[in-house]
Nanobody, 120 residues
Framework: QVQLVESGGGLVQAGGSLTLSCAASGSIFGINAMRWYRQAPGKQRELVAQFTSGGTTDYADSVKGRFTISRDNAKNTGYLQMNSLKPDDTGVYYC??????????????WGQGTQVTVSS
């Protein structure tokens, strides 16, 4: 069974940093099209960072200059480095990616979510 496993959430003071990880497990060929979303209490899930189809990165305006999406293809793992955190960044963070199980077949998967809480 292929899946994405997230880690790295927690409680941090405003101005602090966290790095989230999203690792693909199972017998896989590779991953691509990784995106990070977050969902604050009472709000809809929103896209915060992604790799575009052209291989560049794109960020929500609210996190530009503070968050960085990256990946380690050898480890089939993606990361979200979050700096200068604000209370408004509080929420459950989810990764989403295509997990390739061969060179022609993939599944789109979500991670289980990890809680990020930023105190003021």
């Amino acid at each position: 069974q292929v899946q994405l496993v997230e880690s790295g959430g927690g409680l941090v003071q405003a101005g602090g940093s966290l790095t989230l990880s999203c690792a693909a497990s199972g017998s896989i060929f590779g991953i691509n099209a990784m995106r990070w979303y977050r969902q604050a209490p009472g709000k809809q899930r929103e896209l915060v960072a992604q790799f575009t189809s052209g291989g560049t990165t794109d960020y929500a305006d609210s996190v530009k200059g503070r968050f960085t999406i990256s990946r380690d293809n050898a480890k089939n793992t993606g990361y979200l480095q979050m700096n200068s955190l604000k209370p408004d960044d509080t929420g459950v963070y989810y990764c989403n990616a295509n997990i390739w199980i061969s060179d022609s077949r993939f599944y789109n998967q979500w991670g289980q979510g990890t809680q990020v809480t930023v105190s003021s």
